[in-house]
């Protein structure tokens, strides 16, 4: 069946980075368009970031361009999210997920604080 596992989420100070990784199983990984979303306490889940089946297209919210990469490992059927320059605002559970949303990962905590 299909899996989406999240990780690399974690605690970090305003202006630091992580690597967020999801790893997937149960499909041909390299065929599907990916993407991350996140979901803030109160808030509704928003798309952050989605690529392309080959690496491709990848295009980023308006709120995290030119801070955020999207990249895919597609021999390791592996997506990640480069996060620089965090902010407050960034902070929520971070989501993969197949296309836009048919299938989703349990989700990975960020918290941006000092």
């Known amino acids: 069946q299909v899996q989406l596992v999240e990780s690399g989420g974690g605690l970090v100070q305003p202006g630091g980075s992580l690597r967020l990784s999801c790893t997937a199983s149960g499909f041909t990984f390299s065929s599907y368009i990916m993407s991350w979303h996140r979901q803030a306490p109160g808030h509704e889940r928003e798309m952050v970031a989605n690529?392309?089946?080959?690496?491709?297209?990848?295009n980023y919210a308006d709120s995290v361009r030119g801070r955020f990469t999207i990249s895919r490992d597609n021999a390791k059927n592996t997506l990640y999210l480069q996060m620089n320059s965090l902010k407050p605002e960034d902070t929520g559970v971070y989501y993969c997920?197949?296309?836009?949303?048919?299938?989703w990962g349990q989700g990975t905590q960020v918290t941006v604080s000092s």
């Open positions: 690529i392309g089946p080959t690496g491709g297209w990848p």
């Open positions: 997920s197949r296309v836009f949303g048919d299938y």
